[in-house]
């Protein structure tokens, strides 16, 4: 009989008992660890105090939190206890948050601090019953004295504590309570509706079953092999599909410990307590990793620098005989042998000592990026997969690793391309339809295949290749059409370029917006004397203008000529989630960055038409092809 997420947790903590199973911080705390056999106590308690506050199989279970420990626990103990988990992101504005809530019909939902139970509470959602406070509230004021302050009912809001009491009063009266819910879950029960938070539109609710996202573990212990001596350090959003199952599921699935990161903010410090063997990340956390690495790599004096240059090459070389399939010849493996010893295993001291696999995913990963990290001796690897393919549908193999692709579908996926490019799936992991939107369903499924609105193609050994969104195609005013993300990779290889977004819809030329990282651009800026007082005055000087036009002039020779950034425009600030121009995973919203920066945009397409109707001598001075704030 095929397992429930649930009786897979309860049987790994059975059979590790007493074995570290996660390690968290509370208020700045060090490091503080929990066993198996506590953690599902926990988690059974917890499921018990729902079970007792009237929680259904089926009932839906919303999660507001930050990224912890007591996050896992909630969703464990919701599934335990034969409901539905929701989760909700942190950073979701007010209208989301009432939406979802809405949409699900959550009746119970665990929140963490006061801010986000402010803003359940100015939802006033009619079907939620239970509201579970999983943390303290700010300036130790304790949950009974805000509930007065506030006119709230102590019945509606009740702490994580008071929560077990109840479970624990629910297991003395009926001490089977939870193994008799989890017994009746089935193969084919949704285990989570999870929203997608979208780069365009108002979010869908993604209904995923235990037998979805248990067909994806299955498979995935055949790609990236992790057994119980792994630390894995979680950091992502748990309410995001790639941390919930390659993190959070796949982690109880093979036993290791995951210890949870104060923040994203914190995660190089943690990395260092924490010592991980493996790290879920996304390409803009990898690709600021990466530029630390290199920034004290262009740092080094003459002889140092160019025998971390030679052994980068060397490194590189072994990458590509690998993905090739063929045996590295006894020079080259000498080489390697030699890079290793003076140079490799300094620098992955300085990344982490004992970290050994980097799993990419959530967005397209950055080439050189990935192949650095592979270079040095941490097999790094990227995937791929949607909400509705319960993660990842696509992994590279560790022993036949190809950059630049996002690796052959899993066993259980079947994976086409259609007529118009567009990657089709189906199988045991993809998802019926969306939450009660039969039209969109309709459209999302296409003769029983999955459309998944990513174009790509698959090489000869069926490794698949991302090549765009398909909404993201941009159609010039010749009607060609173009692949942003092609592009924006290749203005990402330009030095000192953190994020690019590209424009042209109906135009005839393209342009980008461009953001640097202030730390590497500011400590070259001071090697070579320029003069500045801020970083917004840095960015405009004529400087920093030509060196990237000339960078990206010089790698843009493999482009058409529709294919070319014509004009751009370096922005000061980092586009952010806060904003709303990145999604919580740090994916651009191509729509929103279009809108607020419209005026900037337009003003480009200006320039550049001024610039063009200027006689050649001015045209090469550069003036009219870069503005900056």
């Given at each position: ?57 089926g009932d839906r279970v919303a999660i507001l939190s930050q990224t912890s420990h ?321 993660a990842p549908a696509c992994v590279n193999l560790m022993n036949r690793k190809k ?227």
């Amino acid at each position: 009989m095929n397992k429930s997420l649930a009786t897979t947790f309860f049987e790994r903590a059975e059979l590790l008992s007493d074995r570290e199973a996660v390690r968290f911080k509370e208020n700045k705390s060090p490091y503080k660890s929990m066993t198996w056999t506590a953690l599902a106590r926990l988690v059974k308690e917890m499921a018990a105090g729902l079970t007792a506050r009237g929680v259904e199989a089926g009932d839906r279970v919303a999660i507001l939190s930050q990224t912890s420990h007591l996050w896992a626990a909630a969703d464990l103990a919701t599934i335990s206890s034969g409901g539905v988990t929701v989760p909700i992101y942190p950073t979701s504005s007010q209208s989301d948050i009432d939406f979802i809530l809405s949409n699900s019909g959550s009746k119970v939902i665990f929140v963490q601090g006061e801010q986000l139970l402010k803003k359940v509470l100015a939802s006033k959602q009619e079907a939620l019953t239970t509201i579970i406070l999983i943390s303290q509230l700010n300036k130790g004021r304790s949950l009974c004295e805000f509930l007065t302050e506030n006119e709230i009912s102590s019945d509606l809001v009740v702490s994580l504590e008071e929560l077990r009491q109840i479970g624990l009063a629910e297991l003395e009266k009926n001490p089977a309570i939870i193994s008799e819910r989890i017994e009746k879950i089935a193969y084919e029960d949704m285990a989570t509706i999870i929203y997608t938070s979208g780069t365009t539109g108002t979010p869908k609710g993604v209904p995923l079953t235990h037998g979805n996202i248990v067909s994806v573990l299955d498979e995935l212990k055949g790609v990236i092999p992790i057994d119980e001596n792994d630390v894995y350090l979680s950091y992502l959003p748990m309410s995001h599909v790639f941390e919930r199952v390659c993190g959070e599921y796949y982690w109880i699935y093979s036993g290791g410990v995951c210890a949870y990161a104060e923040g994203i903010e914190t995660m190089a410090k943690n990395m260092a307590e924490v010592k991980p063997t493996m790290i879920l990340t996304v390409p803009r956390v990898l690709d600021k990793i990466y530029g630390k690495v290199r920034s004290g790599i262009e740092g080094a004096s003459g002889n140092a620098r160019k025998l971390i240059d030679w052994s980068l090459k060397v490194g590189a070389a072994m990458v590509d005989a690998e993905s090739k399939g063929i045996a590295p010849r006894a020079g080259l493996k000498a080489k390697h042998w030699l890079a290793e010893r003076t140079v490799f295993r300094k620098l992955r001291e300085r990344i982490g000592p004992s970290l050994r696999l980097i799993v990419s995913g959530g967005a397209p990963a950055t080439g050189h990026t990935i192949e650095f990290f592979n270079a040095i001796g941490i097999t790094t690897i990227e995937g791929y997969g949607l909400t509705e393919t319960a993660a990842p549908a696509c992994v590279n193999l560790m022993n036949r690793k190809k950059i630049g692709t996002v690796g052959p579908a899993l066993p259980c996926v079947e994976m086409i391309i259609a007529d118009d490019g567009e990657i089709l799936m189906r199988g045991a992991s993809i998802f019926k339809g969306y939450y009660g939107l039969e039209e969109a369903t309709k459209d999302a499924f296409v003769d029983g295949w999955f459309r998944t609105g990513d174009i790509g193609i698959v090489d000869g050994d069926g490794y698949l290749k991302i090549t765009d969104r398909k909404k993201d195609i941009i159609v010039n005013s010749s009607g060609k059409n173009i692949a942003p993300q092609k592009i924006e990779a290749i203005l990402k290889t330009v030095p000192f370029v953190n994020q690019a977004v590209i424009f042209g819809d109906k135009r005839k030329q393209l342009v980008a917006l461009i953001v640097l990282d202030e730390q590497a651009l500011t400590q070259h800026a001071s090697d070579e004397g320029w003069n500045f007082n801020t970083y917004s005055e840095l960015v405009e000087k004529p400087e920093v203008v030509n060196m990237l036009r000339k960078e990206i002039e010089a790698r843009s020779k493999s482009l058409a000529d529709y294919e070319r950034v014509s004009n751009f425009h370096i922005l000061a600030d980092d586009l952010s989630v806060e904003a709303g121009e990145l999604t919580a995973t740090l994916k651009i919203k191509r729509n929103v960055v279009a809108n607020n920066y419209k005026s900037i945009i337009d003003r480009l397409y200006k320039e550049e038409r001024v610039e063009k109707s200027q006689p050649a001598a001015q045209g090469k001075s550069g003036k009219g092809l870069v503005t900056s704030r």
